[in-house]
């Protein structure tokens, strides 16, 4: 089995030619697009903020961010360039506000050609289905590459102990995640292992599927 469904080969081929752009982001697409921008209003976006939509699949967030924020201060990275160009092309209304140079394929979180004006970055629903070391690698690189980053919002599942994370799980919103396979989980202690150089907050909100939604605020760098 593959680390993640999404890299199984042909996977967004054979999702994109049955046009279920929609599905293979999660579903509840009008429900998620809304909390993702509610939550992003609650860490403090503004229509004159730079955002990043890191996994942005086909634009479920795109299709309510772009209208609300100024013209061209939105960018997206995700695995799939195609998948991002579906959403564009099918779903979103403002095109006009949106250059198609903002859609960048990336696939490691390398964030090539995002600019470091960028003030916050969201991923959401993106570490649920990956190995750890994914959610390490871009908090390190967004750590690194966008200085003026307020926050970087992102969504994983958690286990509440040690001994509960061994095993599989079901959370709160019926779902069954893994330490091993997707959809993974986290020991909050793991997720704050790899926050170096941010200061981590939790909220309370209650997400789609159980996800725990965690805040991360650059770390004031000492003289």
Avoid at 4 to 20: C, E, I, M, Q, V
Avoid at 93 to 102: E, G, I, T, V
């Amino acid at each position: 089995m593959p680390a993640s469904p999404y890299l199984a080969p042909g996977f967004y081929d054979t999702a994109l030619a049955k046009g279920r752009h929609r599905d293979i982001v999660g579903g509840r697409w009008e429900e998620t697009g809304r909390i993702q921008m509610q939550i992003l209003q609650d860490a403090g976006l503004r229509p004159h903020h730079r955002l990043l939509d890191i996994g942005a699949g086909s634009l479920r967030l795109g299709c309510k961010a772009v209208p609300w924020l100024e013209p061209a201060h939105y960018w997206a990275t995700d695995a799939s360039l195609a998948l991002m160009q579906r959403g564009y092309e099918v779903e979103l209304a403002a095109k006009d506000r949106l250059p198609l140079s903002h859609l960048i394929e990336d696939a490691d979180f390398a964030l090539p050609g995002v600019p470091p004006e960028i003030d916050f970055a969201i991923a959401f629903g993106v570490f649920t289905h990956l190995p750890a070391p994914a959610l390490q690698t871009a908090l390190a690189t967004a750590r690194a590459g966008l200085p003026r980053l307020t926050a970087f919002l992102f969504t994983v599942f958690l286990a509440p102990d040690a001994d509960s994370h061994a095993t599989p799980l079901r959370q709160p919103d019926g779902v069954v995640t893994h330490p091993d396979r997707p959809p993974y989980h986290l020991l909050a202690c793991q997720v704050q292992a790899m926050a170096i150089g941010w200061t981590l907050a939790r909220a309370e909100t209650m997400l789609p599927r159980g996800q725990a939604l965690f805040v991360a605020r650059p770390l004031a760098e000492t003289p």
